[in-house]
């Protein structure tokens, strides 16, 4: 007698093998074989339903029923392919939906969940993960690590030769962007070299980002000088005799 059978919905039907019927009186015994089909609790899953009948030449009948159970217990396959990407702090994070293939279902229904890992401007990264569903609830995930990093250092902005006057020549004379973090710091040392009549400085400006990613520039000042000196303690004009000894304090 052919046995029940269970069999993915991948897999072949197997083909029908009939009975054999006995008959205490006839020696040959027909067998008919009528087919249904029941529908299963999803789209893949259902039961085919073989009736097997043996009648012999005076109508009596015997019967015969075997079931042949289609479901899908496989979960959707997540195909070789790229997991782990990166991108630069300023860049927009894409979705990069993977590719997957069920045993049965052409379409697959994919969903995704992010955990992000990521503080401040600075290096991190985001989980996300992808959920394949087939019609018959069979689920299989697939996980995706994006990182995120700051390697693009600030850009200065400043002109690179300027006059200052001697005493007032502190300060920064320059501005200074990032991609990613909103605030820059810039920090200046300087070099008192010759040249002109107060000289001149070279000032190295450093900037750095939130991500101490950093970049110098240079600025040479030269020191001017167009104020006059400004006399004090001058003597008053006065008037003295031919004879008498004076004496004038020199101004400062």
């Keep these: 007698m052919p046995e029940n059978l269970t069999i993915e919905c991948s897999d072949e039907v197997p083909a029908v ?8 009186c006839d020696e040959d015994v027909n067998v008919e074989l009528t087919v249904e089909t029941q529908d299963g609790e999803c789209e893949n899953e259902y039961t085919i339903i073989r009736i097997f009948r043996a009648f012999d030449n005076c109508g009596n009948q015997a019967m015969y029923v075997q079931y042949v159970y289609v479901v899908d217990t496989t979960a959707p396959v997540f195909n070789e392919q790229q997991s782990a990407f990166s991108f630069e702090c300023d860049e927009e994070v894409p979705y990069v939906v993977p590719s997957v293939s069920d045993n049965c279902d052409e379409e697959v229904e994919l969903s995704y969940t992010d955990v992000n890992n990521i503080t401040g401007t600075c290096t991190g990264s985001i989980t996300r993960t992808w959920t394949a569903e087939d019609n018959c609830g069979n689920v299989s995930a697939f996980v995706q690590t994006l990182s995120v990093y700051d390697e693009t250092a600030p850009v200065i902005t400043g002109t690179i030769e300027i006059h200052a006057p ?16 909103e605030e820059v710091s810039i920090d200046y040392s300087d070099e008192l070299v010759s040249g ?15 991500c101490q990613n950093t970049t110098t520039f240079v600025q040479i000042i030269t020191l001017t000088d167009e104020v006059a000196p400004v006399a004090s303690g001058v003597t008053a004009d006065f008037t003295v005799e031919c004879g008498v000894d004076y004496a004038i304090e020199a101004p400062s």
Excluded at 17 to 24: G, R
Excluded at 197 to 202: E, F, S
């Design 196 to 210: 002109g009549c107060q000289g001149r400085i070279i000032r190295t400006y450093t900037a750095t980002d939130e």
């Design 166 to 181: 001697c005493n007032n020549y502190e300060g920064i004379f320059v501005t200074a962007t990032d991609n990613c973090s």
């Design 17 to 24: 093998q009939y009975p054999v019927a006995e008959d205490n």
